[in-house]
């Protein structure tokens, strides 16, 4: 064979084994969840847009999401979990950040503090006047975590009906059709009722305004800029324009469970009530029968307790289903633990079990879930309270509802510069917060942590802690107590109980003080002239013993017994057992018989100086 044979011959046939050893090989190359094989053939992935997604499962999802909401105690909970964890019982709290160059305007951020706090009562902020902003707050997020979405249109000016010329409406987010798609004569294209431009950029929203109806028309449609609609929602693919329920990933299994805990249920029942069957050779069952129904059926009495005498052929065939099964506790934990897992919440928060649990496990898990939450919260604020609060101060920078007690406004020139602030999210206790407070003390004092982070991190305005404690002196200042100093007093000790110490260490004082003039007095008489001493004072009119010059002056001893140790009882009377001083003047062997001895009793307020005679 030639060169030119070689080149361009026709190549020979590939052997079946061999195609089937290169479709191996590009199996392997492959991402494995992309093969199909006999165990994956039925599973379905078509191709489809966020929005075709969205489009062909919102409705029913969210209907059957309320539906479980409605009916099963776990998604119930789950609900309840998110109200309570992301707004809490208080709501967010708005802290206004205004400054004057680097300074803290305190006066403006009082002032804007003081109007919202009005303004978000009951009957102001939201149209209908049956919520406050914090009920507000947990409708939003209970919404959103139900249905998927939230929708609230933004009333303003004299329609808003309040100082403000601002007011919300909540509406159900049906009237934001699902089925109303397609391009407009403007450029923009309405997806699913929102219309949005090149960018997908929400421009409008196309809403029925008039009566809802359960009927899938649509009516007649309403068309309301963007900056008047806050539509809240979280989208898991970029271009999507409508939510989905948050449950959308444990909702056929919820209801699962709902089923197969109602069948154990009323297995449980059965297998309670005992049943059974009665069996007769012919089939006959008119001798057991003790009635009849309507239909014909024969009807026999059972009493508890009681045993009748079956005719004469008949028997009974128990039945007896095995329920509630041992297995049953372990299965619905698996599968709530399953559920708790898609919710993204702990499994003994979702079903109220602690039953083997320490407090490392349930710290870990809990701490990983309030992580979570917070992450919710970062969410809600930037989603609906930082768009709430910029519309709010708009509108009432410019009615003119923020003013100073002198009736000054605060000017809308500075929009800006009052636009700044923060919201502070509710936040978590632990059984024993001792330790929390020691690692915020020391992250303070280590210089990686502030006061005001501490303040934040715990859900409160440190300039609101300032305040509450001045205004706190103020009152204490002004009522004259004493109040507890548990730096210097760790045992807790009541103000009286503290007052009486201190008293009680005066005294003490005061009686060693007397001692020590004591003994010097008692050396002065021991060591003064014996012509110049005169002789004792005696209380009994006795004549004064005689004192001969030519003795040598006593030998005095001065015996003090130490002050005894303060009691406090408990009705804060302060007791201090009486001190006695024995002073003894001792005189030489050669003195004579009248020499006198002189005894004296030492009190804590007087000394009283008895002499008596040998």
């Known amino acids: 064979m030639g060169l030119f044979d070689r080149i361009f ?21 492959n991402f494995e969840a992309a093969m199909t094989d006999r165990l994956n053939a039925s599973w379905s992935s078509p191709a489809l847009t966020a929005n075709e997604e969205v489009a062909g499962a919102l409705e029913v999802t969210r209907n059957r999401a309320r539906s479980l909401a409605k009916n099963n105690e776990f998604a119930h909970k789950y609900l309840s979990m998110v109200v309570a964890n992301v707004v809490g019982p208080s709501g967010f709290s708005l802290q206004a950040l205004a400054k004057e160059g680097e300074t803290p305007d305190t006066i403006a951020r009082k002032l804007i503090e003081k109007s919202f706090s009005e303004w978000q009562r009951r009957g102001v902020c939201e149209l209908s006047g049956r919520l406050s902003f914090a009920d507000v707050q947990r409708q939003v997020i209970e919404t959103w975590a139900r249905d998927g979405e939230a929708l609230i249109v933004q009333i303003t000016g004299k329609d808003a009906g309040n100082p403000n010329g601002y007011a919300l409406r909540l509406l ?27 960018f997908n950029r929400p421009v409008a929203y196309w809403l029925n305004l008039g009566r809802l ?24 693919r970029p271009e999507q324009v409508r939510g989905m329920p948050s449950m959308h990933t444990v909702i056929a299994g919820l209801k699962m469970l709902d089923g ?49 005498t079956l005719p004469k ?17 372990s299965f619905m934990k698996t599968r709530l633990r399953s559920i708790a897992s898609g919710l993204g919440v702990t499994y003994h928060g979702l079903a109220n079990d602690l039953e083997g649990v320490n407090f490392s496990s349930i710290r870990s898990g809990t701490l990983e879930e309030r992580d979570a939450w917070m992450v919710l919260q970062h969410w809600f604020i930037e989603a609906f309270l930082r768009p709430v609060y910029r519309e709010w101060l708009t509108w009432s920078l410019t009615s003119g509802a923020i003013a100073f007690t002198s009736g000054a406004k605060l000017p809308i020139a500075k929009y800006e510069k009052f636009a700044e602030h923060t919201w502070l999210g509710r936040r978590w206790g632990w059984v024993d917060p001792l330790k929390d407070i020691e690692a915020a003390r020391l992250s303070i004092k280590s210089g990686i942590a502030s006061p005001q982070m501490v303040a934040a991190q715990s859900g409160v305005d440190i300039e609101d802690v300032i305040a509450a404690i001045a ?29 009486a110490v201190a008293n009680a260490t005066e005294a003490t004082k005061a009686v060693k003080g007397e001692l020590t003039e004591l003994r010097t007095l008692v050396t002065t008489l021991a060591t003064r002239a014996q012509p110049a001493a005169p002789g004792p004072v005696i209380n009994n009119h006795m004549a004064p013993p005689a ?45 004579t018989p009248d020499a006198p001895t002189i005894n004296v009793v030492v009190q804590p307020a007087e000394v009283t100086v008895n002499n008596a005679f040998a």
């Open 9 to 29: 011959r026709k190549p020979a046939p590939i052997a079946p084994k061999t195609r089937r050893a290169d479709a191996n090989i590009r199996a392997t190359r």
């Open 213 to 236: 109806s359960t009927s899938h028309t649509q009516g007649t449609l309403t068309r309301l800029e963007a900056n008047q609609v806050l539509h809240i929602f979280k989208p898991y």
């Open 547 to 591: 004192v001969h010059n030519h003795l040598p002056a006593p030998l005095v001893e001065v015996k003090a017994a130490d002050p005894a140790p303060v009691t406090v009882v408990n009705n804060n009377a302060v007791h201090v057992p009486e001190t006695t001083v024995h002073v003894e003047a001792v005189m030489p062997e050669q003195r």
């Open 260 to 308: 197969y805990e109602e069948a154990a249920i009323v297995a449980a029942r059965v297998g309670a009530s005992k049943m059974g069957f009665f069996t007769t050779p012919d089939g006959d069952a008119s001798p057991l029968g003790n009635d009849q129904d309507d239909e014909g059926n024969y009807i026999t009495d059972a009493d508890p307790g009681s045993f009748q």
């Open 172 to 198: 159900e987010v049906e009237r934001l059709p699902v089925q109303y798609s397609k391009d407009l004569q403007n450029g923009n294209q309405a997806v699913m009722g929102v219309e949005v431009n090149a």
């Open 471 to 499: 205004e706190f002196e103020q009152q204490v200042a002004a009522s004259g107590i004493t109040l507890i100093n548990f730096e210097s007093n760790p045992q807790g000790q009541t103000a009286v109980e503290e007052a």
């Open 313 to 329: 052929g008949v028997t009974f065939q128990d039945w007896n289903p095995d329920y509630p099964h041992a297995n049953y506790q």
